[in-house]
């Protein structure tokens, strides 16, 4: 897949990434004030930025992302591949989740992210899906 192509296909995931890789202004994402399973997707985008605080893109396409998307970028490699180049286009920001809806069902889920960078406040939708009994990242939206 060439550079062009993943960009493409990973900008969905730019919003998530942005919104939680806050390592150079130590804020973390808070999962406080969400019970069942809006706290599990809280977790998931939490755990997003553990995992893009610590430059580990093997666990992001591994642990974070939803299948689809892994595939959509050429498999798993081409996953890590281009999570380390969005990852190194990641600039200082703080970021919190607004809210979390929950389809009737489990099967879905959207949270609205908060973020500011740049030195401007943007609103997210990261959209998450339930792969077994782990909810993943499947997109995101300004």
Known sequence: MSSSAARRVLAPLSVPLCAVALAACGST?????????????AQTISNLQADATAADAK?????DVAGTLVRSLGGVKGCERAIKDQLAEV????????SIDVAAGAASATAR?????????HAGTVTLVKEGKSWKISRAQR
Not at 59 to 63: G, S, Y
Not at 91 to 98: F, T
């Open 113 to 121: 992210v908060k973020s500011t960078y740049e030195g401007r406040s």
């Open 91 to 98: 600039d200082n920001l703080e970021a919190s989740i607004q």
């Open 29 to 41: 994402v808070s999962t406080t004030g969400f019970k069942g399973e809006q706290r599990a997707v």
């Open 59 to 63: 666990k992001i396409c591994a642990n």
